[in-house]
């Protein structure tokens, strides 16, 4: 029989679809929606352009069916830019282009790990990781943290075992926004070099969020510290176009079995039923790979937003990175304080959903005046509680 993932991982998910759900039909357009990371205002039009041409522009042939792993073209061009964004000479056969970083996650999990190999996660991580874990019968060893949200590198070195056969990392971390150094990624890569003496252990890198760093550097790439890496990327999120599900996986040109883990991913896409994302979706992703989003509105809003947070003394953790804050609940019970405020009509996400308690995460969906409104509802209530 399959594996059946447990019901206390789905719960809480479902629990909040339903709290999400009521909230906006009991409030209706007065709902501030900080939720779902779903961006109601337009930072960067080009999406919306490059779309409408190639739509205008699509002939029979555009619209045909697509290898899985996607037309190669598209590979091509997501192999050049990814090459530039990484120091690494990829391939266009290392680029599989999947339906979102959720597709190309399931997929990687799918093909690179069987049961009774064992998988670490760093919490807080984006909350379907052990969902698919558990439904394909792999066991996951969930590691906090250290308290700044930086890898606690001693707690994963204690929770390595003989099974373990890979970790997932997020660059930059989801929902917490931080972004692993140089540092941080060089040890890293130490520390699994050292596991490795007999099987090299695997390390997965979603790098859904890596174009959206408002306020410093580029993300370093944790493929250029470590070979036995594949990397997940999305469009979406890079884009704001989220619902167009588009994203790639990456296997590393450095990886020991290159091709034939790219061969065995394909299979995996085939097997599966996961086709590569609809023929203009791949058109549009191989147009913008290689442009960098404007982040100019989200870093401004960042800014105030955290302002506000600041003057209300609600605690918040200090990033770069992604759309979201991480921010401390006034007590361990997040999903108790993120239904108080549901009830006021604002809508953030519990940390529970993220695999810690007492922390929620606001995505920064809205602009001024209703963000602010929802800002001085959060602190308030903070205060109230
Ligand atoms: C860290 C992380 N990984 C993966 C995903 C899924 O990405 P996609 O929308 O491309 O499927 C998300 C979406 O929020 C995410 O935050």
């Known amino acids: 029989m399959s594996p059946v993932v447990p019901e206390e991982l789905l ?4 629990e909040f679809t339903k709290l999400h759900l009521d909230t906006l039909r009991r409030f209706g357009s007065r709902a501030l929606d900080l939720s779902f990371p779903n961006p109601r205002f337009l930072s960067d039009p080009r999406p919306y352009e490059a779309l409408a041409a190639l739509a205008s522009q699509a002939g ?3 619209l045909r069916y697509s290898p899985f792993g996607g037309f190669t073209p598209v590979r091509r061009r997501v192999a050049a830019a990814l090459t530039g964004q990484h ?3 990829y391939a266009w056969n290392d680029i599989i282009m999947t ?3 959720t597709a190309a996650l399931h997929v990687a999990l799918r093909t690179l790990f ?3 190999d064992r998988v670490i996660l760093v919490t807080p991580c984006w909350m379907d990781y052990p969902l698919y874990l558990q439904d394909l019968g792999l066991a996951c060893d969930l590691v906090p943290a250290a308290p700044d949200k930086h890898l606690d590198l001693e707690a994963i070195a204690n929770a390595w075992t003989s099974r373990t056969r890979g970790l997932v990392l997020a660059q930059p971390g989801s929902p917490t926004g931080v972004i692993h150094s140089d540092t941080e990624l060089r040890r890293l890569a130490a520390l ?3 596991h490795g003496s007999s099987v090299p252990p695997l390390l997965i890198v979603d790098e859904a969020h890596t174009q959206q760093v408002w306020d410093a550097s580029p993300c370093p790439p944790p493929a250029a510290y470590y070979p036995q890496t594949l990397t997940v990327r999305s469009f979406g999120k890079a884009w704001d176009m989220q619902g167009q599900r588009t994203g790639c996986l990456a296997v590393s040109p450095r990886l020991a079995t290159r091709h034939e883990t790219a061969g065995d991913l394909i299979r995996t896409m085939r097997v599966s039923g996961q086709c590569a994302p609809t023929a203009l979706t791949q058109q549009l992703a191989a147009a913008l790979c290689d442009t960098p989003p404007d982040l100019t509105g989200l870093a401004g809003l960042q800014h105030h937003a955290r302002r506000v947070l600041l003057h209300h003394d609600v605690p918040v953790l200090d990033t770069h990175a992604t759309r979201f804050l991480y921010a401390r609940c006034p007590t361990p019970d997040d999903l108790g304080f993120v239904s108080h ?5 604002v809508l953030v996400m519990p940390s529970t959903l993220f695999h810690e308690s007492g922390w929620f995460r606001i995505a920064l969906n809205i602009e001024a005046p209703a963000m602010d409104r929802a800002l001085t509802t959060i602190g308030e209530e903070y205060a109230r509680a």
């Open 11 to 14: 719960r809480p998910l479902e």
């Open 60 to 62: 029979p042939l555009d």
């Open 87 to 89: 120091g690494l000479r």
């Open 99 to 101: 339906p979102g970083a």
């Open 114 to 116: 069987k049961p009774p």
């Open 192 to 194: 699994l070099q050292r």
């Open 341 to 345: 405020l549901s009830g006021h009509g």
